[in-house]
């Protein structure tokens, strides 16, 4: 693959979103594409065994002066709980390469650790679609199920699509987002509704900004990279 290409397209491989998580996987070649994670490892292996490594890494996200008064959600056998009340709006968690769509060829990556700190319009649909996602992994159900679980949550509006103003931070020096791009480059990202890049001009020539459409959970995702992590340092230069 060649390197403009690759440095378009790790991003994709971010879960969440992310996730994320999960365009490179769709452009990548096909003998690359093969699902090197084609069943769910043991649930320990998506767990934290420190619960306070866990909320600092979900904090890192985005820099201190949101992340402190953030609530903070960790991942436990039955799916994501509050372990920090916040005040500010704002949620953050460490999200595993599940937030990803299912077709996600590392959606089983047990490695995957991808913190995201999102606002209160992205918290609103994001983090009750991750709760979802995390419960139904939790409880051992297959890609299949999972999918007809969220299809079904859409159709019955028991998931909302996202609000205008969706956004999150991804500037975490920490993140894990898959094998290949591991912890890349750090990013923002807004959450929109139906396949949207056109109307946000992503991916033309000169736009700072990248898109994933996911129809699985029925958004575009537009991401736009910052030039450094949460803790203020400077982040790898980018190629255009």
Not at 192 to 202: E, F, I, L
Request: aromatic share 6%.
């Amino acid at each position: 693959m060649k390197t403009k290409q690759m440095s378009r397209s790790a991003i994709a491989l971010s879960a969440a979103v992310l996730v994320a998580a999960l365009l490179a996987a769709r452009m990548a070649p096909a003998q690359e594409a093969a699902a090197p994670y084609p069943t769910m490892a043991p649930v320990d292996q998506y767990l934290m065994a420190d619960r306070a490594a866990e909320i600092a890494l979900a904090r890192s996200a985005a820099p201190k002066s949101i992340s402190d008064g953030a609530e903070v959600l960790v991942l436990g056998r039955d799916g994501y709980a509050m372990a920090v009340k916040g005040g500010n709006g704002f949620v953050c968690l460490v999200e595993r390469a599940f937030a990803a769509s299912t077709d996600f060829n590392e959606f089983w990556n047990p490695k995957n650790r991808s913190p995201i700190c999102l606002n209160a319009a992205a918290a609103r649909g994001h983090v009750p679609l991750q709760e979802l996602k995390a419960r139904l992994v939790m409880a051992g159900k297959s890609k299949a199920e999972i999918s007809r679980a969220v299809t079904a949550a859409f159709d019955n509006k028991k998931l909302p699509l996202p609000e205008p103003g969706a956004m999150c931070y991804m500037m975490s020096k920490q993140q894990y987002l898959n094998d290949g791009a591991r912890n890349w480059h750090p990013h923002l990202m807004w959450f929109v509704p139906g396949d949207a890049a056109k109307r946000w001009g992503a991916g033309l020539p000169g736009s700072p900004v990248i898109a994933a459409n996911d129809p699985e959970e029925r958004m575009t995702i537009m991401m736009v990279l910052v030039d450094h992590w949460s803790d203020g340092t400077p982040a790898p230069r980018t190629e255009h």
